[in-house]
């Protein structure tokens, strides 16, 4: 299995809030390897726990372009945002995503009790891709996982400022991260 990993602190230039410390991995395939984990796959077409400008699609349409050998339904945010809100009483420590065509205006943002824990953007899943050199930024999908360590959430906001943010396979779970993980 091939992960790469990266912490991301505002420290060292990430765009994560202080507060929080979300380890950053990318693992191959177009899924969550977490055991237990729950996958939102879209296959349904049903947007349980989802709000806002979000869409399911299937395919490459106007302003959404399929992520990269995926052929099942898909979500889908438009500019502004969207969310996913956790049932009541439940928060999540792990979420991982299959990210189609990463752009570095694409945001994922965490909340816990209505306050801003952690932000992921595009910008630094392709900066984990360049380091590791990977592949060309902007031209695959990867399948990224976020594990905090520190805190859990409760709701994650799907935000872009231009078309689109498109993911697949979401996947939320509590696991244990080891401080080995995260060095």
């Known amino acids: 299995m091939n992960v790469l990993s990266l912490l991301l602190a505002a420290a060292s230039g990430g765009s994560a809030a202080a507060h929080a410390d979300p380890l950053v991995e990318l693992s191959e395939g177009m899924t ?4 237990g ?6 296959d349904d077409r049903k947007l349980a726990r989802y709000s806002g400008a979000g869409r399911i699609v299937t395919g490459s349409v106007p302003g959404s372009t399929q992520p990269n050998g995926d052929k099942t339904p898909y979500y889908s945010v438009k500019p502004t945002a969207a969310a996913f809100i956790a049932e009541p009483g439940v928060s999540y420590n792990y979420y991982g995503l299959y990210w189609g065509s990463i752009d570095e205006y694409n945001e994922l943002r965490f909340f816990r009790d209505g306050r801003l824990i952690a932000t992921v953007t595009g910008r630094d899943v392709l900066r984990l891709i360049a380091e590791r050199q990977l592949a060309t930024p902007g031209t695959l ?3 990224v ?5 520190a805190t859990t959430y409760t709701r994650i906001e799907f935000r872009t400022s231009l078309p689109a943010f498109e993911s697949d396979n979401h996947a939320f779970s509590n696991v244990v991260v080891s401080e080995a993980d995260a060095m």
């Not at 969550?32 to 055991?35: D, E, K």
């Not at 996982?145 to 360590?149: A, D, L, M, Q, V």
């Open 32 to 35: 969550t390897r977490v055991a």
């Open 37 to 42: 984990a729950r996958v939102e796959t879209f």
């Open 141 to 143: 999908s990867t399948y």
């Open 145 to 149: 996982n976020i594990h905090f360590r």
